[in-house]
């Protein structure tokens, strides 16, 4: 019988690898990684890196050993490893054949949606040029409201724009582990849904002096990989040849599996995970129903109330009476407009808005479930 970790071997194309700071504060640990990397072309996977370390790297060029408190000194520190980073990822990749290139994002690139393909279609370009591509968050200008979190949700988020079929965490730890009366046990193998307890059980990174994030972290990676319908592989980075244990489908690490293994359309993927909501829907039993159950449009007659400052084209979160946000989709009109044919027939809406409008409020194609 095929395992989890053989079948995605077998049938994924794309990888999206990430490594972590307090992996890379060991520069000697970039030409073990590129090396890898190496090896996994020649079995003929796309990979895209996502790398932390540019401020850690910083931190080292200037003789540091804690983490700067202040924003304006962690920009500084990024700006100036990120220069450094890139340098000797490039180093490495040559000595295989191939060049890297660097990728600096904040949260608002991918949430526009002419930026968000412009920078998929720069991915595609790059790997169809048998370039590497180096993503990273461009923690010199990013701000609060800019950010994605840490480098692990920046991952899933680029797993799901490039539809790749396996996202590989590295980090300082044989995986994710049990955690009993407090202390932590044996690493789990296989986690086929990520609930409440294991939440819980994850631990935080310990050593915030370097680095955010930790094994939460890595779970919320996790969700956004697996509603994408793919597969997330946490395993240990300390390990030379990890890359190639996992291609090669052993039981190291943690596999986090999807509840439905398959693509969700790039579009929807978009609209899930990257847009931003101008606005809010709430819709009675009949409509959630009928978007969740039977896979229709939502039509104006199931609205109850709308909320927010919208026009045609922008993101609504649609919810439940009872505050459960149900799916996010685009809008066929604007705020004023939802506001005048809430509740009404779609037949009503030639008469109500003194033009021929969409049937649907929301149409089908355009939203994509959250729950359900």
Same mark, same amino acid.
């Given at each position: 019988m095929t395992s989890h970790r053989e079948y995605i071997v077998k049938n994924c194309k794309n990888?999206?690898?990430k490594v972590g700071t307090r992996l890379l504060t060991d520069s000697g640990r970039i030409p073990i990684l590129? #090396?890898?990397? !190496? !090896?996994l072309r020649e079995r003929g996977y796309q990979i895209i890196l996502v790398s932390s370390g540019a401020v850690g790297i910083g931190m080292k060029l200037m #003789? @540091?050993?804690k983490r700067p408190a202040k924003l304006a000194e962690v920009q500084a520190l990024a700006s100036l490893g990120q220069a450094k980073l890139i340098s000797m990822y490039n180093d490495e990749c040559k000595k295989y054949g191939f060049l890297a290139s660097q990728l600096l994002l904040t949260a608002d690139d991918l949430r526009d949606r002419e930026r968000h393909v412009n920078f998929l279609n720069c991915i595609h370009s790059l790997l169809a040029n048998n370039i590497l591509p180096i993503v990273n968050e461009n923690d010199a200008v990013s701000v609060a409201e800019l950010k994605f979190g840490d480098n692990d949700i920046l991952a899933g988020l680029m797993a799901s724009m490039t539809l790749s079929e396996l996202t590989v965490i590295l980090t300082t730890e044989t995986?994710?582990?049990e955690k009993i009366d407090g202390k932590l046990g044996q690493r789990i193998s296989v986690v086929e849904k990520i609930t409440g307890a294991l939440k819980n059980s994850a631990q935080g990174t310990d050593d915030s002096n370097l680095s955010i994030g930790g094994m939460i972290s890595k779970l919320? $990676? !996790?969700e956004i990989v697996n509603a994408a319908g793919d597969y997330l592989w946490v395993a240990d980075g300390r390990i030379d040849d990890i890359l190639i244990q996992i291609a090669d $489908?052993?039981?190291v690490g943690? @596999?986090? @599996?999807?509840k439905l293994p398959g693509h969700l359309q790039a579009r929807k993927r978009w609209i899930k995970f990257f847009s931003k909501r101008k606005g809010k829907l709430i819709i009675d039993d009949g409509a959630i129903q009928a978007i969740a159950q039977k896979g229709k449009s939502l039509l104006p007659s199931g609205v109850l109330e709308v909320e927010g400052a919208f026009k045609r084209g922008d993101t609504l979160e649609i919810f439940s009476a009872q505050g459960e946000l149900i799916a996010r989709g685009l809008s066929n009109y604007s705020v004023e407009e939802c506001k005048q044919i809430a509740g009404r027939k779609s037949s009503e809406i030639? #008469?109500?808005l003194e033009y021929a409008g969409d049937p649907e409020l929301v149409h089908r194609d355009n939203m994509v479930l959250i729950t359900h």
């Open positions: 990888i999206v690898v590129i #090396s890898q990397i !190496a !090896a #003789s @540091l050993n995986g994710l582990r919320r $990676a !996790a $489908a052993k039981d943690t @596999l986090f @599996l999807p030639c #008469s109500v």
